[in-house]
T-cell receptor, first 112, second 117 residues
Framework: TQLLEQSPQFLSIQEGENLTVYCNSS?????LQWYRQEPGEGPVLLVT?????EVKKLKRLTFQFGDARKDSSLHITAAQPGDTGLYLC????????????FGAGTILRVKS | GAVVSQHPSWVICKSGTSVKIECRSL??????MFWYRQFPKQSLMLMAT?????????EQGVEKDKFLINHASLTLSTLTVTSAHPEDSSFYIC?????????????FGSGTQLSVL
């Protein structure tokens, strides 16, 4: 079992639709990050959340960190074809030596 | 912003040969670097944690004699895939932590696509 459960695994939507990606764990995270990765490239950091209940916005992207710091969500409003990519949540957990552990990823495809 | 350079971007080699991948932090010192492996359309799997001046810490199931890691300076870590075989073909990514604490931001290299024939 993975430390971080990310869902859905795949998402194919039409341009203009909204979507939410979830990241859940039974462990408490020191911090949690969301990345976006394109094929053949390294992941690019979108946001870091560290405080329970924290909400951060990045243009059409809204990130939430659960009150208990065990879960997080990424919501995209009015998705665009340029949002297509692999979205990864990743977290650091003290009991795992504060290594950055990744969720399984969500492949998002936005069709025009 | 901080930059991590990974080289080469892609490499094709014959089965049985060794391949070295370099990861450099260009404008900061990185006490800790991480090496990941990624299969197509899958997530990053941590292989090992590379610590400057000491032995790397490998994740369970990763062969340390197969994947040799050297972190000889605060700006360079190398991963050598020894006696590579087709099953070692994968996308390898490094990251570098700027600072000492776990909440310090990680900066990722652009990855190396290894194809073993």
């Amino acid at each position: 079992t993975q430390l971080l459960e990310q869902s859905p695994q795949f998402l194919s939507i039409q341009e203009g639709e909204n979507l939410t990606v979830y990241c859940n764990s039974s462990s408490v995270f020191s911090s949690l990050q969301w990345y976006r990765q394109e094929p053949g490239e390294g992941p690019v950091l979108l946001v870091t959340v560290v405080t329970g209940g924290e909400v951060k916005k990045l243009k059409r992207l809204t990130f939430q960190f659960g009150d208990a710091r065990k879960d997080s969500s990424l919501h995209i409003t009015a998705a665009q074809p340029g949002d297509t990519g692999l979205y990864l949540c990743a977290g650091t957990v003290m009991e795992y030596g504060n290594k950055l552990v990744f969720g399984a990823g969500t492949i998002l495809r936005v069709k025009s | 912003g901080a930059v991590v350079s990974q080289h080469p971007s892609w490499v094709i080699c014959k089965s049985g040969t060794s391949v070295k991948i370099e990861c450099r932090s260009l404008d900061f010192q990185a006490t800790t670097m991480f090496w990941y492996r990624q299969f197509p359309k899958q997530s990053l799997m941590l292989m090992a944690t590379s610590n400057e001046g000491s032995k790397a810490t490998y994740e369970q199931g990763v062969e340390k004699d197969k994947f040799l890691i050297n972190h000889a300076s605060l700006t360079l870590s190398t991963l050598t895939v020894t006696s590579a075989h087709p099953e070692d073909s994968s996308f390898y990514i490094c990251s570098a932590r700027r600072g000492e604490t776990a909440n310090e931001k990680l900066f990722f290299g652009s990855g190396t696509q290894l194809s073993v024939l």
